[in-house]
């Protein structure tokens, strides 16, 4: 790390690094939030020589935090949006002359840093117009996200939500306890039942952990399974999801995405006896779902099919970058 910055600096990176490894930044929203304004101190502390030394120290902090947790794209991709920002302030001919560059950059992670807080109403106020009346939504598990895009299509529309429990971890169970309460009809499955029930939905609107290069997803382990099963009965699939997930990345190793949680939840230790020493329990945090099996993507800038991302990834990454 860059002796360039002070000790209380270095402290905070340590702390936020910690997280991640630990696993403690669990949301999207928080982690995202807390590496801009992380990254943001770090550009505020630097006494200001060129652009191209406050790059090499954000991009030498963004590695350790990356590192850290390697599945954590998000981190990855806030540091590359960051260094963009960097990089256009500084190479605009627009502004004076005899305007501090580090304070048109401090400014504009600032307002990055707000429009990331204000990104959920952007996308759920586009739910009317993505689910019609008396349509049934299947969804899996318990995302912020559509938990508040489907509220936000109940106050105009009456339908009902299907939701896939999401074995071990079970979040599915506090997403329709959620869903019931703002007075949606709402019916909890297990997943096994995600085949049997496909043939009445008329919409899949599920969360994603990432979203690739390629319009592929980055999802939570059995979301390949619902997705195959909406395409057996042709039933769209729409994610919602911030941009600052996009991932200027392409997945040419699927295996290379994959997380392996404890297996704990499955067989817990004190059963561990029961079975045979030569079983082998896998318990995974994520699966990867390719674009075919995606039908719309809905962020706060626009909604569009998987072969549009690409625009997407050029208008918020400079390609030397990625």
């Known amino acids: 790390m860059s002796t360039n910055l002070d000790r209380n600096l270095q402290i905070q990176i340590n702390e936020v690094t910690t997280k991640l490894r630990r696993r403690q930044l669990v949301e999207s929203y928080v982690t995202a939030s807390e590496i801009i304004d992380l990254l943001r101190k770090v550009v505020s502390s630097l ?26 794209l998000i981190t990855d991709n806030i540091v590359k949006r960051v260094i963009c920002v960097i990089q256009s302030t500084t190479s605009d001919s627009d502004y004076d002359s005899d305007s501090d560059p580090k304070s048109l950059i401090l400014e504009e992670l600032r307002e990055m840093l707000e429009e990331i807080s204000s990104i959920h109403e952007s996308i759920c106020k586009q739910a009317p117009e993505h689910i019609h009346a008396n349509e049934i939504i299947l969804t899996y598990g318990k995302s912020y996200t559509i938990l508040e895009f489907l509220k936000q299509a109940a106050r105009k529309r009456k339908f009902e939500v299907v939701v896939v429990e999401a ?41 994603t952990r990432a979203i690739m290069a390629n319009g592929g997803l980055i999802a939570p382990a059995g979301t390949h399974l619902i997705a195959q099963a909406a395409k057996h009965f042709a039933v769209p699939v729409v994610v919602c999801s911030s941009s600052y997930k996009i991932s200027p990345l392409y997945p040419h190793e699927y295996d290379a995405f994959t997380e392996l949680n404890s297996p704990a939840p499955i067989l817990h230790f004190d059963e ?51």
């Open 272 to 322: 561990a006896n029961i079975a045979d020493k030569s079983v082998e329990v896998y318990n995974p945090a994520y699966d990867y779902v390719p674009p075919e099996l995606v039908s719309l993507f809905i962020t706060e800038i626009t909604s569009c099919p998987p072969s549009y991302i690409y625009r997407l990834i050029a208008e918020n990454y400079q390609s030397k970058n990625i």
């Open 167 to 207: 074995a071990p971890s079970y979040s599915g169970h506090e997403a329709a306890s959620l869903l019931a309460d703002a007075k949606i009809e709402t019916t909890l499955i297990t997943d096994s039942a995600v085949f049997a029930i496909m043939s009445r939905v008329n919409k899949v609107i599920i969360g």
């Open 47 to 72: 006494k200001w020589t060129s652009a191209n030394a406050v790059i090499k120290i954000v991009s030498e902090v963004g590695a350790q935090l990356s590192a850290a947790q390697s599945l954590q």
